[in-house]
């Protein structure tokens, strides 16, 4: 019986051929040149893109751990130079290059980032006059920022000597080419400013090919220069040789000895100055000296000093006026003092409190007499209305009535008022109420009043 032939998944499949492929010595590790089409950067960060010459073309995929370190941003159309693996998409079964490095090819990968770099940097205004500062004409202390073995740091040494040698120059030394140069820089430009001594910064070293330069046009470096708040000379390389330090510096020296004339004024120029200063002060002051004098001349022999008296007759007179008016207005014053005192004395003696006291007392008395005769008025006038309401009431009393041959009848328990015969029975005691006294009555019959017809 034939043995049954294996059947594979198509996953199966797609993983096999990727080990097939992972494991080639040659597609683990190829470069590959050719023409960038499809490209997307996605938002994780990842770019995905084709590969293609005018025969073929290849799927790609870069992702963001190995294109962080692109010195170039990758465009549509753009030639480069791929390094990486070949390698299966085993969902789809699509076989893809997993690019790790690129470079531009025909133009070198350093000057494209240098452009690229400097067009981004420009958009962002790290290159506008407007926020470059000036140096100051006396600085205090100057910082250097370059390497401890080159001759950079020996000529702005010699120079600052040479030129200004009572500035204070503080060293620190960095790596100015290679891998870590370019934190180097930054730590210690960071470091000046922390430590604030530093006036003026020079930010450098000598000249050299483009990647030996290339750590004064990373961008960290950049914002390093942008972002110190002590102004910064660069001086990278010669006079021909331009980064993007340069650019983001407050000035720019085309040489380190450039960047040290410029830091510092030269002693020479400052003694030059300083004579002339003296020059024109002495020559200042002579001037002033000699208008002085002729100024002293023409007060000695003016006639004020001449004849001082005739100067003092004028301001005597005028002196002995003002006291004669001074005098006379006194008097006037002190005159319309005492009448305006007399008047006010007189108002107050009728104001004085015992006379005061004489009207009130006065006042209080013929008062107390009104009130006493409103009083009686009031009084009088109210017994006479009491007496007529009194007289109204007696006229009203049930006990005149009664006096008059009237009388009130009351029921056995004398709390109710008989006003019909109806209101008692036969037998009942009744209690009859006369001016003089009681009866106790009891009713034996009753009759009713007769009507006009003669019915009851």
Same mark, same amino acid.
């Given at each position: 019986?034939? &043995?049954? !032939?294996? %059947?594979?998944? %198509?996953?199966?499949?797609? =993983?096999?051929?990727?080990?097939?492929?992972?494991?080639?010595?040659?597609?683990?590790?190829?470069w590959l040149r050719g023409e960038i089409s499809n490209f997307t950067h996605h938002s994780s960060g990842h770019m995905y893109f084709t590969l293609k010459d005018k025969d073929s073309r290849l799927k790609c995929i870069m992702f963001s751990s190995h294109n962080q370190r692109l010195p170039f941003i990758p465009k549509e159309g753009m030639k480069v130079m791929a390094r990486g693996n070949v390698s299966v998409y085993e969902r789809d079964?699509?076989?893809?290059?997993?690019?790790?490095?690129?470079?531009?090819?025909?133009?070198?990968?350093?000057?494209?980032?240098?452009?690229?770099?400097k067009l981004k940097l420009e958009g962002e205004g790290l290159f506008e006059a407007s926020r470059k500062r000036t140096l100051p004409l006396y600085p205090r202390a $100057?910082?250097?920022?370059?390497?401890?073995?080159?001759?950079?740091?020996?000529? %702005?040494? $010699?120079?600052?000597? /040479?030129?200004?040698?009572?500035?204070?120059?503080?060293?620190?030394?960095?790596?100015?080419?290679?891998?870590?140069?370019?934190?180097?820089?930054? /730590?210690?430009? &960071?470091?000046?400013?922390?430590?604030?001594?530093?006036?003026?910064?020079?930010?450098?070293?000598?000249?050299?090919?483009?990647?030996?330069?290339?750590?004064?046009?990373e961008e960290s470096v950049? =914002?390093?220069?942008?972002?110190?708040?002590?102004?910064?000379?660069?001086?990278?390389? +010669?006079?021909t040789d331009?980064?993007?330090?340069?650019?983001?510096?407050?000035? =720019?020296?085309?040489?380190?000895?450039?960047?040290? &004339?410029?830091?510092? !004024? +030269?002693q020479a120029e400052l003694r030059q100055q300083l004579i002339r200063l003296e020059q024109r002060l002495q020559q200042s002051l002579r001037s002033r000296l000699e208008q002085e004098k002729q100024r002293l001349d023409r007060i000695r022999r003016s006639p004020l000093f001449l004849h001082p008296r005739r100067y003092l007759l004028e301001p005597a007179e005028r002196l002995d006026r003002l006291r004669e008016q001074l005098v006379q207005r006194t008097m006037r014053r002190v005159s319309g003092a005492g009448e305006r005192l007399g008047r006010t004395r007189a108002r107050?003696?009728?104001? +004085?409190?015992?006379?005061?006291?004489?009207?009130?007392?006065? /006042?209080?008395?013929?008062?107390?007499?009104?009130?006493?005769?409103?009083?009686?008025? %009031?009084? =009088?006038?109210?017994?006479?209305?009491?007496?007529?309401?009194? /007289?109204?009431?007696?006229?009203?009393?049930?006990?005149?009535?009664?006096?008059?041959?009237?009388?009130?009848?009351?029921?056995e328990s004398q709390e109710r008022l008989i006003r019909s015969i109806t209101d008692v029975q036969p037998g009942d005691m009744v209690h009859v109420n006369l001016s003089d006294g009681k009866l106790e009555c009891h009713v034996w019959s009753m009759k009713g009043a007769e009507d006009k017809d003669g019915r009851k």
């Open positions: 019986m034939a &043995e049954q !032939p294996r %059947i594979y998944s %198509i996953k199966e499949l797609n =993983r096999y051929i990727r080990m097939k492929l992972e494991s080639d010595k040659l597609l683990s590790d190829v079964g699509n076989y893809q290059f997993y690019a790790t490095q690129m470079q531009p090819d025909g133009l070198g990968s350093l000057y494209l980032a240098f452009e690229q770099l $100057i910082g250097v920022v370059t390497s401890s073995t080159g001759a950079a740091v020996r000529d %702005i040494l $010699i120079t600052l000597q /040479r030129r200004y040698p009572v500035v204070p120059v503080l060293v620190v030394p960095v790596l100015v080419q290679g891998k870590g140069a370019a934190p180097s820089i930054v /730590r210690a430009i &960071e470091l000046l400013n922390r430590l604030g001594e530093a006036d003026v910064l020079i930010v450098g070293r000598g000249g050299g090919s483009l990647e030996e330069l290339w750590a004064f046009n950049a =914002r390093a220069i942008a972002g110190s708040a002590i102004p910064v000379i660069s001086a990278v390389g +010669h006079e331009y980064t993007i330090a340069d650019f983001t510096a407050d000035l =720019r020296a085309a040489t380190p000895t450039a960047a040290a &004339e410029l830091a510092v !004024p +030269h107050l003696s009728g104001q +004085h409190p015992g006379a005061q006291t004489v009207f009130a007392g006065k /006042r209080l008395a013929a008062l107390q007499r009104q009130l006493e005769q409103s009083m009686t008025g %009031i009084a =009088r006038m109210r017994r006479v209305q009491l007496q007529g309401v009194i /007289r109204g009431l007696d006229a009203l009393s049930p006990l005149k009535v009664m006096a008059r041959g009237y009388s009130l009848v009351y029921d």
